[in-house]
């Protein structure tokens, strides 16, 4: 698996409208068949600060989709937020799921 980890900071005030814009365009990333699944999340250390979180079956399908038109129509929708970020890339190399995950 490999993941995609985006560090968002987000513009003073702008916070609900960025996660209602986040949650609206999301079937972008969700509709791609490589993709496994994404996660948006809240810093409760740094103010305005958002991670997200995408899945995806391989590398070479995200990069496709990373340069796709659907990608930059996302991307498109959600840069007016953005006063800053960063991405990060991994290649998952063990998963556990916790005892809780059925709750």
Do not use: C, K
């Amino acid at each position: 698996m490999f993941r995609v980890l985006l560090r968002m900071q987000i513009r003073s005030g702008m916070e609900r409208e960025f996660e209602r814009t986040w949650l609206q365009v999301g079937r972008a990333v969700t509709d791609h068949p490589a993709n496994l699944g994404q996660w948006l999340s809240r810093s409760q250390e740094e103010e305005g600060v958002y991670y997200i979180v995408s899945d995806w079956a391989d590398e070479r399908r995200f990069r496709e989709f990373e340069h796709s038109e659907g990608h930059l129509a996302h991307r498109t929708r959600l840069h007016p937020f953005r006063s800053g970020g960063s991405m990060t890339t991994m290649r998952v190399v063990y998963a556990m799921t916790g005892a809780g995950a059925g709750l």
